[in-house]
């Protein structure tokens, strides 16, 4: 897999490898919504509104309520709030998967787009009638964040899973916004997990002996869990590993977006040989795609290139509305379900349900 990370090679687009960084020229395009803006204005932490301007493909009545919203300045998680109605998906009621389909979402890098797929694909297979359950286990607790989870340290959360041999259903919370989709949160406490696991044995199958406690157990098991992983190889990403059937890998439409993939598919072949047999590398998802750059259009070629069988169809573009949603504690998919990356996120979760999942090993299934 050596050859995956060819892609972006100095010689062949490094101009266009820094187009981030500097002012891009406008230029009208039909993939590209006008909610779009560089990355510099996307992301602005602490509940600030952000400065784009209306979605294109937005109707009054969501554009108006949005002015409203703005004038009333900027939204705490902490703000009362009405659940908002998402609108069913296309594609929507979603078949259901046979068995409970687990999906770990990794990357080694950060700020790939982990977080933000995890929880808007679990919003969008929501919104299309599936149960959907999100285990946070990033001790940012940024999944947790975009739901609306509270994850003050001590709130009771994964950590009290791995550590303490709590069993999941007692940290699974309700997603306030979504009905359907359930969220077992991560506080700053996992930060320590790490270490505190060392000593523990079997510590890389101790989130799988949870997640299968609690399928075993629960009245109505979720048709998807989607586990979102912190930016590294350690033992919570391998706990992870071992409790995914599928992994899902988030792939940045930028010059260094496969550096590193082979390290990624190397320990997940390390899984798959020691831990967790029937892993599959089932789906990478393009994220950040900007239609105004070469460069973003290269990386998909090459992508799919490397990974035909894997790579979703949909792409979701850079979008201010994707990044602004967790800061007010929503998922696009209900903060802006008429936005360009919304609607991104809802055929890839349409893409998701309608593939067949790998076959599982009878013995290791859930
Ligand atoms: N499609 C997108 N458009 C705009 N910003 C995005 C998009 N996807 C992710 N982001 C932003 O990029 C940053 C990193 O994303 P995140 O999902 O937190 O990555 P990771 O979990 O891999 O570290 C966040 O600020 C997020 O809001
Ligand atoms: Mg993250």
């Given at each position: 897999m050596d050859e995956a990370t060819g892609v972006g090679d100095p010689g062949d687009g490094r101009s266009a490898a820094f187009v981030h960084d500097t002012v891009i020229p406008e230029q009208a395009s039909p993939e590209r919504g006008e909610d779009e803006t560089p990355p510099d204005v996307?992301?602005?932490?602490?509940g600030q509104l952000h400065t784009g301007s209306a979605d294109a493909a937005t109707p009054d009545a969501v554009t108006g309520a949005r002015a409203a919203e703005e004038a009333a300045g900027p939204v705490t998680n902490e703000a009362p709030r009405e659940r908002p109605s998402i609108p069913p998906p296309p594609g929507a009621p979603f078949p259901r998967p046979e068995r409970t389909r687990i999906f770990t979402i990794a990357n080694q890098k950060g700020g790939v787009g982990k977080t933000t797929t995890a929880v808007n694909l679990a919003a969008a297979l929501a919104a299309g009638g599936s149960r959907v359950l999100v285990i946070d286990t990033d001790p940012q607790g940024n999944a947790s964040t975009a739901l609306g989870i509270d994850h003050r340290a001590g709130v009771p959360s994964v950590y009290d899973v791995l550590v303490e041999d709590a069993p999941l259903a007692e940290v699974v919370h309700d997603c306030?916004?979504?009905?359907g989709l359930t969220c077992v949160p991560a506080t700053i406490d996992l930060a320590g997990a790490e270490i505190e696991l060392v000593s523990f044995v079997a510590r890389e199958m101790r989130l799988q002996r949870a997640v299968r406690a609690y399928l075993e157990t629960v009245a109505e098991a979720p048709d998807y869990i989607l586990i979102d992983c912190p930016p590294s190889l350690g033992l919570l990403t391998i706990n992870a590993f071992v409790a995914g059937h599928e992994v899902l890998i988030p792939i940045q439409c930028e010059y260094y977006a496969l550096e590193g993939l082979s390290m990624l598919l190397r320990n997940i072949e390390m899984i798959q040989r020691h831990l967790n047999p029937d892993l599959r590398l089932s789906t990478i998802l393009l994220t950040?795609?900007?239609?105004?750059?070469r460069l973003s259009s290269q990386v998909v070629d090459e992508v799919r290139n490397h990974f035909p069988d894997q790579v979703l169809r949909a792409t979701v573009p850079r979008s201010v509305r994707v990044s602004e949603a967790p800061s007010h504690g929503q998922t696009v998919i209900s903060y802006d379900p008429a936005s360009t990356g919304a609607l991104a996120y809802c055929r890839a979760a349409a893409e998701l349900a309608t593939r067949p999942a790998p076959a599982v090993n009878e013995r290791n299934a859930q």
């Open positions: 996307a992301g602005t932490p602490g306030p916004d979504v009905p950040m795609y900007d239609a105004r750059t």
